[in-house]
């Protein structure tokens, strides 16, 4: 049988514990989550097309990545900067953002309560982002990045995807990166945010670049 560790994930994610099920009660547990809503069709989509998700066992398999697996996230947005020419931007930030950190994510936290911290994209599912924010400072390399923290939930909902990994850098699990053209004050700049899957879909990082970066 083919590697189903795609369904044992998304089981896991949901809760439910899968020591020594066998693949046909994980199929049955699958489609009483898909019936019940709990797990959407384009969910299950996503995590079989990317099937380095977790095991019985819940370990993640890391295998050799690809070149295309190693890009950066300011590599995949210099490769599609034409594609924003023209565009509107899709998130506009006042000059009075916070360049705080802290402030700025738990700002963020505060306007994604009603959700549960949860940011959807129609036609991917649910995206966890409040859990995943302080993660990320020790990848963002300047004021604009943090400035553009509030940015985050309009990137992840109307985005373009420039790119999919199936093995980010080698790591064992997927990821979708989403991009758009934001506004800061009055710089104009490109926004790309990573989003990760093992069990569920997870911000991971993001990045803001001007228009004239290389």
């Known amino acids: 049988m083919s590697n189903i560790g ?11 514990d899968t020591t020594g099920m066998e693949p046909r009660e994980a199929f049955a547990e699958l489609e009483k989550l898909r019936q019940s809503g709990k797990v959407t069709d384009n969910q299950i989509k996503f995590s079989k097309s990317h099937s380095d998700a977790p095991s019985k066992t819940g370990n993640t398999r890391k295998t050799n ?5 190693k890009t950066t996230i300011k590599e995949q947005v210099a490769a599609h900067k034409d594609d924003f020419k023209g565009k509107k931007p899709i998130a506009e930030i006042s000059g009075k953002a916070s360049t705080d950190f802290k402030t700025a994510v738990t700002s963020l936290k505060v306007q994604l309560q009603k959700s549960g911290g949860v940011v959807t994209r129609k036609g991917f599912g649910d995206i966890q982002v409040s859990s995943r924010l302080l993660d990320a400072k020790k990848y963002l390399e300047g004021q604009d990045d943090v400035e553009a923290i509030a940015a985050i939930p309009a990137v992840i909902k109307k985005g373009k995807v420039i790119a999919e990994h199936e093995n980010h850098k080698g790591r ?11 506004k800061i004050g009055d710089k104009v700049a490109i926004m790309g945010v990573v989003v990760k899957h093992t069990t569920k879909h997870f911000y991971d990082v993001h990045r803001v670049f001007t228009l004239d970066d290389k």
């Open 65 to 69: 990545a690809s070149a295309e697996d």
């Open 172 to 182: 064992g699990y997927s990821t979708v990166t989403f991009a758009g053209k934001i």
């Open 6 to 16: 795609w369904v044992y994930g998304i089981l896991q994610g949901n809760g439910i």
